[in-house]
């Protein structure tokens, strides 16, 4: 559960971040481009060496449900490998959904199991620490002001989420959850 004020907590980075970057609250935030800002390296697996032939075919499987992206600490230097079979708007969500941890400074999981052929690893898994990133990746690339811009403009959907890289899903869970819909709506009665 998030606590008090970490929702806006959010907001403000993004808005931070954005004027860093020199964008405006509203502007659209690329995840290549907020990598490159933090120092981040993005890679497919492909550009992992040392992968097996048998380890790449199984990351690069085209399942919907398969992974996604995950975090990798190795000297100081963070690496997000990402899965490249995933739609370009699921991969925005993954890149910045990894990055919002690095942001927060939460901690990578750690496999806490591995079958002795090693191939089956579990990891730890927090909730809470999942929960603030994706609330995070969300006012990243779907901030208030956005929101409140998009539907007072009026542009499709599918026009908002191209301009934005993000899913239709995300631009509906967003506008729901920040009360947006409701605001606007109700100003216009």
């Given at each position: ?7 806006t ?42 992968l ?9 499987y ?44 939460h901690?990578p ?8 052929d ?17 609330w ?54």
């Amino acid at each position: 559960m998030l606590v008090r004020g970490f929702k806006t907590k959010c907001e403000n980075i993004s808005a931070e971040i954005r004027k860093k970057l020199g964008l405006r609250k509203y502007d659209p935030l690329a995840p290549k481009a907020l990598a490159e800002y933090l120092g981040v390296y993005l890679l497919e697996p492909t550009g992992v060496k040392y992968l097996s032939e048998q380890s790449l075919r199984q990351l690069l499987y085209k399942d919907k449900d398969s992974w996604s992206a995950v975090t990798v600490s190795y000297l100081n230097i963070d690496i997000i490998v990402y899965n490249p079979t995933h739609s370009p708007w699921r991969r925005s969500s993954d890149i910045m959904h990894e990055l919002s941890h690095i942001i927060l400074g939460h901690k990578p999981s750690q496999i806490v199991f591995l079958t002795p052929d090693s191939q089956i690893a579990l990891r730890d898994y927090n909730e809470d620490l999942e929960e603030e990133a994706i609330w995070l990746s969300g006012c990243l690339l779907l901030p208030r002001e956005a929101l409140i811009s998009i539907k007072r403009s009026g542009p499709s959907n599918s026009k908002a989420c191209y301009r934005y890289g993000v899913s239709s899903d995300l631009l509906t869970f967003r506008m729901n959850m920040t009360g947006v819909n409701y605001q606007i709506s109700a100003t216009r009665y």
